[in-house]
């Protein structure tokens, strides 16, 4: 098949070069505003070049996977869906609720499918502990923890734009949440704090949450997250049941030193970077998507799937700004 790329950044440079290795993917068009990484693409990966995303649309492609900013993506995976193409689209839907409810909206009874990249639905871990609570061997839940630490603060620019760390960094641990346990949350209770990069607390945000998470059946879920994490990129997940326990995350290469004595786990060089981390899950994400395009399977994360991940994010940034209880209910309602 015939897959276009929208965007060539970091993350859109790394899917070309996933893309281009699948036996389904014949050919990539890509179209990225600077031209450069446009012609780096094409030499790296023997794509062809076009100078917009009408072209790109209009280029006979099969599917098309939106890496661009933030800004562009209801926008994009509007045009795509107007062309009858199958959209993968990097999260979030949109910059804000509002705009992610109206592409909703705008694609209702479009017989065009969408998926939204959270890659941790493709971890082979994460696709374990889903199974392992479905199949009911924990019993019912009581906890869940869900982690992810990153090594070092990205760069102030991106900071000022991401949203803030609720709908930038743990909306992925409220989406893998939901989709382990098959569970939605009720209501939210969060703090954070800064005790590390100035340009962070300069942009309003917080470096360090906590939140915790009662789901509608009353499990409790703990999500931490810090932008500082010397030690490597963590993410975790435990999984607590009447009956049984597991755990996600707990390898060789997990970011943390025991001083257990005589104890040698664990004993690899730490993940450094999500896409160390999540390099598989990835080009599993990917290969579904080609799935999707192919008519083999629906969406895996539909933006219906994306928006109540964000509630939640929504959620837990007006908990830590008034310092009290929310209910998803709430800013649902708005």
Known sequence: MRIGILGLGRIGAFHAETLASLDAVDSLVVADPFADAARSAAERFGAEIADSPEAVLAAGVDGVVVAAATDAHPSLILAAVEAGVPVFCEKPVARTMAEGVEVLKAIAGRDVPVQIGFNRRFDAAFVAARAAVRRGELGKLHTVRSTTLDPAPPPAAYIAASGGIFRDCSVHDFDVIRWVTGREVSEVYAVGGNRGADFIREAGDADTTGAILTLDDGTIAVVSNSRH??????????????????????????????????????????????????????RTELTAFTEVVAGARPSPCTIEDALEAGWIAEACTLSLREHRPVTVTEVRRG
Do not use: C, Q
């Open 229 to 282: 994490n010397a030690r490597g990129y963590d993410v975790r997940m435990e999984i607590h049941g009447f009956a049984d326990s597991i755990a996600v995350g707990l390898e060789d290469k997990l970011p943390l030193r025991s001083v257990e004595p005589g104890a040698t786990f664990p004993a690899g060089t730490p993940h450094d970077f999500f896409m160390d981390r999540f390099a598989t899950a990835y």
